[in-house]
T-cell receptor, first 113, second 113 residues
Framework: KAGVTQTPRYLIKTRGQQVTLSCSPI?????VSWYQQTPGQGLQFLFE???????NKGNFPGRFSGRQFSNSRSEMNVSTLELGDSALYLC????????????FGPGTRLTVT | TQLLEQSPQFLSIQEGENLTVYCNSS?????LQWYRQEPGEGPVLLVT?????EVKKLKRLTFQFGDARKDSSLHITAAQPGDTGLYLC?????????????FGQGTTLQVKP
């Protein structure tokens, strides 16, 4: 089975722009979670999607949003980028009934200048 | 506020030495996980501990969940350079029929040959 894939792997944006990151889960996995990883705050939960519905949400501003498609692929969007949004964004997928056995992708490294 | 505190944050040891990483919280978790993350990759799940007092072994790695389900430890015997990486603990808090992972800040381990 192919693992979780994330595109792009690296991205450089300027303040005020918006960005969309993509995640393709492992085949058959319907739950997708997004995390932000920074040296200062560590790994923080953004949101979780299951069957195209947001099932859980972390404590991030409304500039961070996401969605899931019928094929379980997910995207996250960050609008009006700030310098502090520079981070590694990780996506993880899991199968129904094993939501906590999460398989992470390699992440998208976002740099905001 | 960091719900899960890991210690130490950094550890540099020689090959063959033993080490213990701690993960502590004032909150009770339904279960706790340990992950290892290598540069340029996402975290990989090592183990999930569910029962207070539970001990699990994975080759040279021993994981323990505290009796009160508030803390955990990871012990590595005879560390090898291949053990180098970022070790993350993650607590699971269930919310109805869903939940989320709360990660510690991580322990960076360097094993020198």
């Amino acid at each position: 089975k192919a693992g979780v894939t994330q595109t792009p792997r690296y991205l450089i944006k300027t303040r005020g722009q918006q960005v969309t990151l993509s995640c393709s889960p492992i085949s058959g996995h319907r739950s997708v979670s997004w995390y932000q990883q920074t040296p200062g705050q560590g790994l923080q939960f953004l949101f979780e999607y299951f069957s195209e519905t947001q099932r859980n949400k972390g404590n991030f501003p409304g500039r961070f949003s996401g969605r899931q498609f019928s094929n379980s692929r997910s995207e996250m969007n960050v609008s009006t980028l700030e310098l502090g949004d520079s981070a590694l964004y990780l996506c993880a997928s899991s199968s129904h009934g094993s939501e906590y056995e999460q398989y992470f992708g390699p992440g998208t490294r976002l740099t905001v200048t | 506020t960091q719900l899960l505190e890991q210690s130490p944050q950094f550890l540099s040891i020689q090959e063959g030495e033993n080490l213990t990483v701690y993960c502590n919280s004032s909150s009770v978790f339904s279960s706790l996980q340990w992950y290892r993350q290598e540069p340029g990759e996402g975290p990989v799940l090592l183990v999930t501990v569910v029962t207070g007092g539970e001990v699990k072994k994975l080759k040279r790695l021993t994981f323990q969940f505290g009796d009160a389900r508030k803390d955990s430890s990871l012990h590595i015997t005879a560390a090898q350079p291949g053990d180098t990486g970022l070790y993350l603990c993650a607590g699971i808090k269930t919310l109805g029929n869903t939940g989320k992972l709360i990660f510690g800040q991580g322990t960076t381990l360097q094993v020198k040959p």
